[in-house]
């Protein structure tokens, strides 16, 4: 539909407040009258095509991040022949510096302009330095001593993840904000990208050692993997580039068009009360991704047998798979902080059942089944409920801070993965465990009870403790309407300056 040049600024205004409700009947009436593309359209609906290219950016980003959670200690140890506790403080370092990078990077995406936007442009530039670095990371050259074996270990991972992966993971969940105003379409490419992330994650850990044995085996196996994933992520970061437009304009600047310095940004970015909230949030979730490596030891020592380690991961993952597609609805009519509210009371009873015999094979599925049901709404909302943050800063600062605000979240995950994983080994470690003996003793056994199952029961409750008082959703509709009017009169008013 064109747009009616006649209509008066105020007219189109009051237009896109009405748009900003996409389930108005008023919305509907001043879209006929005065037509999509008249004065914030943001929070328009993206097509299919658009959204299937932003959601296939999780199988680049998890054919590079899963590998490494999952199997580069095991590559460091068993075929590079680093010691796995040097290797484990290696990685816990680079977690450190991953999330300090975060923060870095982040206030140079709110300062980026160009034709392509604020986001897009560091996938773009990202992806050869993080593919690049993820097939050099699993290629540790043979000839190498002890020392520069650890050294070149350290440097590749700190270029993939702290640099490369950084820089076009903290771009694509930036994008989320950038590319809709639309609370509700949000959720809808939270839920496609999550899917992809989880189907990607699931694949990768079915099918790499297969690869890596059929290949040959050895150094030469993992090759062949990395060049195999590094290509195929290479190919879906291009997709989100070319597929994807950025609607959201910046508003990173002072009345007379200057950037605002980034000691006022950060003062803004801390003086919003759900910043601490959702970085909290991210921390916990991201605690329990890193202490899911304990889950082989339990499979082993407790239930008795390490090959039901894979049906484990499968009902971890699989209903999730599954639940994410009925979230937009669900969560477009509760809210998402009644849905995790909710979610996080099933997760509690999921983990009160696995406790009433964790040697108990089929209470520890079902259990399991339970708590990942519980799981759904928290990974269907999560980066939506950031963006939501971001625009509770815009509306009570007027500048708005994509960037800032997701290298904090993404900074929380890579501190709560960082500190999960290494709890495990520090905490095994102290319970007495010894990975040569062929029984474990009952300290060791106990510890991982603790790790599996009551970890992830306490920190369900702190997540819903934090979900309660991340109450964003009450202001929601006011603040999206308040949002909408104020891009309009940008729109209507920056082509008379010119």
């Given at each position: 539909?064109?747009?009616?040049?006649?209509?008066?600024?105020?007219?189109?205004?009051?237009?896109?407040?009405?748009?900003?409700?996409?389930?108005?009947?008023?919305?509907?009436l001043?879209?006929?009258?005065?037509?999509?593309?008249?004065?914030?359209?943001?929070?328009?609906?993206?097509?299919?095509?658009?959204?299937?290219?932003?959601?296939?950016g999780?199988?680049?980003?998890?054919?590079?991040?899963?590998?490494?959670?999952?199997?580069?200690?095991?590559y460091?140890?068993?075929?590079?022949?680093?010691?796995?506790?040097?290797?484990?403080?290696?990685?816990?370092?680079?977690?450190?510096?991953?999330?300090?990078?975060?923060?870095?990077l982040?206030?140079?995406?709110?300062?980026?302009?160009?034709?392509?936007?604020?986001a897009?442009?560091?996938?773009?530039?990202?992806?050869?330095?993080?593919?690049?670095?993820?097939?050099?990371?699993?290629?540790?050259?043979?000839?190498?001593?002890?020392?520069g074996?650890?050294?070149?270990?350290?440097?590749?991972?700190?270029?993939?993840?702290?640099?490369?992966?950084?820089g076009?993971?903290?771009?694509?969940h930036?994008l989320?904000?950038?590319?809709t105003?639309?609370?509700k379409?949000?959720?809808?490419?939270?839920?496609?990208?999550?899917?992809?992330?989880l189907?990607?994650?699931?694949?990768?850990?079915?099918?790499?050692?297969?690869?890596?044995?059929?290949?040959?085996?050895?150094?030469?196996?993992?090759?062949?993997?990395?060049?195999?994933y590094?290509?195929?992520?290479?190919v879906?970061?291009?997709?989100?580039?070319?597929?994807?437009?950025?609607?959201?304009?910046?508003?990173?600047?002072?009345?007379?068009?200057?950037?605002?310095?980034?000691?006022?940004?950060?003062?803004?970015?801390?003086?919003?009360?759900?910043?601490f909230?959702?970085?909290?949030?991210?921390?916990?979730?991201?605690?329990?991704?890193?202490?899911?490596?304990?889950?082989?030891?339990?499979?082993?020592?407790?239930?008795?047998?390490?090959?039901?380690?894979?049906?484990?991961?499968?009902?971890?993952?699989?209903?999730?798979?599954?639940?994410?597609?009925?979230?937009?609805?669900?969560?477009?009519?509760?809210?998402?902080?009644k849905?995790?509210?909710?979610?996080?009371?099933?997760?509690?009873?999921?983990?009160?059942?696995?406790?009433?015999?964790p040697?108990?094979?089929?209470?520890?599925?079902?259990?399991?089944?339970?708590?990942?049901?519980?799981?759904?709404?928290a990974?269907?909302?999560?980066?939506?409920?950031?963006?939501?943050?971001?625009?509770?800063?815009?509306?009570?600062?007027?500048?708005?801070?994509?960037?800032?605000?997701?290298?904090?979240?993404?900074?929380?995950q890579n501190?709560?993965?960082?500190?999960?994983?290494?709890?495990?080994?520090?905490?095994?470690?102290?319970?007495?465990?010894?990975?040569?003996?062929?029984?474990?003793?009952?300290s060791?056994?106990?510890?991982?009870?603790?790790?599996y199952?009551?970890?992830?029961?306490?920190?369900?409750?702190l997540m819903?403790?934090?979900?309660?008082?991340?109450?964003?959703?009450?202001?929601?509709?006011?603040?999206?309407?308040?949002?909408?009017?104020?891009?309009?009169?940008?729109?209507?008013?920056?082509?008379?300056a010119?």
């Open positions: 539909m064109a747009k009616d040049s006649t209509r008066t600024s105020a007219e189109q205004v009051r237009a896109a407040v009405a748009l900003a409700n996409e389930d108005s009947l008023t919305a509907t001043a879209a006929d009258a005065v037509g999509e593309a008249v004065a914030d359209h943001s929070g328009q609906r993206l097509t299919v095509r658009e959204r299937l290219a932003y959601g296939i999780d199988v680049g980003g998890n054919l590079i991040f899963a590998p490494i959670s999952a199997f580069l200690l095991f460091f140890t068993d075929t590079v022949g680093i010691g796995a506790a040097i290797a484990g403080t290696l990685l816990l370092f680079g977690r450190i510096m991953d999330g300090t990078m975060d923060l870095i982040g206030t140079f995406i709110d300062r980026t302009t160009t034709k392509w936007g604020k897009r442009p560091w996938i773009l530039f990202s992806t050869p330095v993080v593919v690049i670095s993820f097939i050099l990371l699993f290629n540790v050259p043979a000839g190498l001593d002890e020392t074996r650890q050294v070149y270990a350290f440097v590749m991972y700190f270029l993939c993840l702290g640099v490369g992966f950084v076009s993971n903290l771009a694509y930036t989320l904000s950038v590319i105003s639309n609370s379409m949000r959720v809808s490419l939270t839920v496609i990208r999550t899917f992809f992330a189907f990607t994650t699931l694949v990768v850990n079915f099918v790499t050692i297969p690869i890596v044995t059929s290949a040959g085996g050895g150094q030469a196996g993992w090759t062949v993997v990395s060049i195999i590094g290509a195929i992520s290479a879906t970061f291009l997709i989100v580039f070319f597929g994807t437009k950025e609607r959201v304009r910046t508003t990173l600047e002072k009345d007379d068009g200057h950037k605002l310095p980034v000691r006022q940004t950060v003062r803004l970015l801390l003086g919003n009360p759900y910043f909230l959702a970085f909290g949030f991210f921390f916990l979730n991201y605690l329990l991704v890193g202490t899911s490596s304990v889950g082989i030891f339990f499979a082993k020592d407790v239930l008795g047998d390490p090959n039901v380690y894979s049906f484990l991961g499968l009902v971890q993952i699989a209903p999730l798979l599954i639940g994410m597609w009925f979230m937009p609805a669900i969560i477009g009519r509760v809210g998402k902080r849905a995790i509210l909710v979610g996080v009371a099933v997760s509690v009873i999921g983990a009160l059942i696995t406790l009433v015999d040697t108990n094979f089929t209470l520890v599925l079902v259990g399991g089944i339970i708590r990942s049901i519980g799981a759904i709404p990974a269907a909302g999560l980066f939506a409920l950031v963006a939501d943050v971001v625009d509770y800063g815009e509306w009570k600062t007027g500048v708005r801070l994509d960037g800032m605000n997701y290298a904090a979240a993404t900074a929380g501190f709560g993965a960082g500190l999960g994983a290494a709890l495990v080994g520090w905490l095994l470690a102290a319970a007495s465990y010894d990975g040569l003996a062929a029984t474990q003793p009952q060791a056994v106990g510890m991982e009870i603790f790790l199952l009551w970890l992830p029961l306490i920190v369900s409750l819903g403790v934090i979900i309660y008082f991340l109450n964003i959703d009450k202001d929601l509709p006011r603040m999206q309407r308040d949002l909408a009017a104020r891009r309009a009169t940008t729109e209507t008013v920056r082509p008379a010119g």
